[in-house]
């Protein structure tokens, strides 16, 4: 099924060319991206590019974003940048991210302490301070140098550990470190964003830190009830349930209220509020979530592909929103993803073999020094509202570090193989 979409891609194309001859302008671009979105499903038939063909739908949300930008910002009259329907996406993919993890990922620190500790120093040392020299050096704007910082200063994602799968790497430890490093987000990311990314643009050390909570901590709270509900006892089960039951009760009582509660607006307890409601909203939600998963077993399965489709989301909103600074900056941008990447793939192998660490160990260290969760870098910036500038970054990094990662995997795969 898959090889009729290259025919048709290349039926696409050919349909682009003639109207970029005619200069019939919506012909050739409408032929252009679907050409990609086909050319995307149809490399799933070649079984070299196979494992590229998430790498090709983020190569064309970036193709869709710079040709049509406003028809990609408002589609039906929705506004694609508005904060809560970007916050609601990001909680998605990062519960899907999460449905991928367990408890006992975030225990294996105990088989794999040493090399969890260098990954960690690695990841939060090497990357936002190389990032930091890439953006003075290069001399971006305030806002675009910022989000370099950022996405330098985001813990790994998913991708490490599918790199490191395919490269037959240690994948106990991927997984431990992804954990790790994803619940320590919240106060490492927002840290390295007030010491670094503070000397190009002002940042509320209190407001991103709940901004991350929100983002990354929830909807991995929701996850792991899920995870509970799935593998433990009847008596934790219960206790799960019972908790979640207060939760909804508490989420009612607060829209009911809901007026009165804005006058908490002016206090400090405002933010308790509020993360209150969020946390009691994850523990129902990993509840239904399990409901849903006893109906459908093979749901798990399908939840990596609603990530990929949140970062694909993210990718076209903000290249369309970004799409004039790109044209100015875009592959100075991209030479700065490279060094990035490069530089986190290089310093992070070798640190963890100076710290006696064996080859597939640091192998699986460069890995989560190189490559940092774009979906969470995306998320924060769409929920500051600078998603043309401060998340432009996390759309140049993104698709690099998935090319990169794919080809240092297999390489490192194949060597060891011979």
Not at 44 to 57: D, M, P, V
Not at 325 to 333: F, T, V, Y
Not at 357 to 374: C, D, H, M, P, R
Not at 385 to 403: Q, R
Request: charged content about 10%.
């Amino acid at each position: 099924m898959q090889k009729y979409f290259l025919w048709a891609a290349l039926l696409l194309f050919a349909i682009s060319g003639f109207g970029a001859l005619q200069e019939i302008e919506t012909l050739w671009k409408a032929a252009l991206i679907l050409g990609f979105s086909s050319l995307a499903i149809g490399v799933g038939h070649i079984k070299s590019l196979a494992g590229y063909q998430y790498t090709f739908w983020i190569i064309t949300a970036v193709i869709a974003g710079m040709l049509l930008p406003n028809f990609f910002l408002n589609m039906g009259g929705i506004d694609l940048r508005n904060k809560w329907l970007i916050l609601i996406i990001i909680q998605l993919v990062m519960f899907g991210m999460g449905t991928q993890m367990s408890i006992k990922d975030f225990i294996g620190i105990r088989k794999s302490g040493k090399g969890v500790l260098i990954a960690l120093i690695g990841q939060f040392t090497i990357m936002p301070v190389i990032g930091f020299i890439i953006a003075k050096t290069f001399g971006f704007d305030a806002e675009i140098a910022a989000g370099i910082v950022l996405i330098g200063s985001c813990s790994s994602g998913l991708a490490s550990n599918v790199m490191t799968y395919i490269a037959k790497g240690d994948l106990v430890l991927s997984v431990t470190v992804t954990a790790i490093s994803t619940l320590t987000a919240p106060i490492m990311t927002t840290f390295l964003m007030k010491l670094f990314a503070g000397t190009f643009i002002e940042i509320d050390f209190l407001n991103m830190m709940m901004q991350i909570v929100k983002i990354v901590l929830v909807p991995l709270f929701a996850a792991m009830i899920h995870d509970i509900l799935k593998n433990y006892g009847a008596k934790t089960r219960k206790l799960i349930t019972f908790s979640a039951a207060i939760a909804g009760i508490w989420l009612l009582i607060a829209f009911i209220f809901r007026n009165a509660s804005a006058l908490l607006e002016s206090s400090s307890l405002s933010s308790a509020f509020e993360i209150t409601n969020f946390i009691c909203g994850s523990l129902v939600a990993g509840y239904l979530y399990n409901l849903l998963y006893k109906t459908l077993p093979n749901l798990d399965k399908f939840m990596p592909y609603l990530s990929m489709f949140g970062i694909v989301y993210f990718t076209l909103v903000t290249t369309a929103a970004g799409r004039d600074n790109l044209i100015e900056i875009g592959a100075l941008l991209f030479v700065a993803a490279v060094l990035h990447n490069g530089f986190g793939y290089f310093l992070g192998y070798w640190l963890s073999r100076v710290s006696g660490l064996n080859k597939k160990q640091s192998q699986t260290i460069a890995f989560e020094v190189g490559l940092q969760n774009g979906g969470m870098a995306s998320g924060l910036a769409g929920a500051m509202g600078k998603l043309a500038t401060l998340g432009l970054a996390a759309a140049v990094f993104s698709p690099w570090m998935n090319i990169s990662g794919s080809l240092l995997a297999n390489y490192w795969r194949k060597k060891d193989n011979r």
